[in-house]
């Protein structure tokens, strides 16, 4: 199987502010329902809810330790194909934060590599739903169609798994919702492009954080 390009960015995730009127707890619940829902496999999966549930978790930080400590040694392992200890550094990583492509990615891999079709085939599930749920939230091609992303590196491994590599940002604040344009090349062809994102969320998150 080749493998994707995955040197996105572990080390900064962006959140929604808590939603007024519920405990942490309740917050906490909510995301853990989600993923019930979709370990279960059940029709009632809801991989944007999860998403969401998850921007809301006291977890969610701009700049994750655990995803600091998680994150290189998930891409050894990979690289070097140690597989059990790839599959072991993603389920660390997925303990924190089940929303990481990157972890659900590595999972896939190792788990099939290893001939464990089971959890490979459930992983590239979970993936597949992560992915939908970002291409159902637009097309990237102006502000009105923006993709919606909740981490630059959720943003980063999405644009990886295309071949898509990030040339530069231009962040820019309209009618209270922030963009960030990125331009692109294909890894293969060079060629340069633009794609929008929405990061409202992320940008929210840090005004949130940065009030006394």
């Not at 309740?26 to 979709?38: A, D, G, P, T, V």
């Not at 998680?70 to 140690?82: H, M, R, S, V, W």
């Not at 990237?140 to 630059?152: D, W």
Request: net charge negative.
């Amino acid at each position: 199987m080749p493998y994707l390009f995955l040197f996105a960015v572990f080390f900064i995730s962006c959140a929604l502010s808590p939603i007024t009127g519920y405990s942490a707890e309740q917050r906490q619940l909510s995301y853990l329902q989600h993923i019930e829902l979709i370990k279960s496999q059940s029709p009632d999966a809801d991989f944007l809810g999860l998403r969401m549930a998850y921007t809301n978790t006291d977890e969610y930080t701009p700049i994750s330790e655990t995803a600091d400590q998680y994150g290189p040694l998930l891409f050894k392992a990979l690289g070097t194909k140690n597989y059990s200890e790839c599959i072991r550094q993603a389920d660390n990583l997925l303990a924190f934060d089940y929303t990481s492509l990157n972890a659900h990615y590595s999972a896939w891999v190792c788990n099939e590599d290893s001939g464990n079709q089971v959890p490979a085939e459930y992983h590239r599930y979970v993936l597949k739903g992560l992915i939908d749920s970002i291409r159902n939230s637009g097309n990237g091609q102006s502000k009105e169609t923006a993709y919606v992303m909740i981490s630059n590196a959720e943003t980063v491994a999405f644009l990886g798994f295309q071949g898509l590599e990030i040339v530069e940002h231009l962040v820019i604040e309209t009618d209270g919702k922030s963009f960030d344009t990125v331009q692109v090349k294909n890894q293969e062809t060079g060629e340069l492009s633009e794609v929008t994102f929405d990061i409202t969320q992320q940008a929210n998150w840090a005004a949130t954080d940065s009030k006394p």
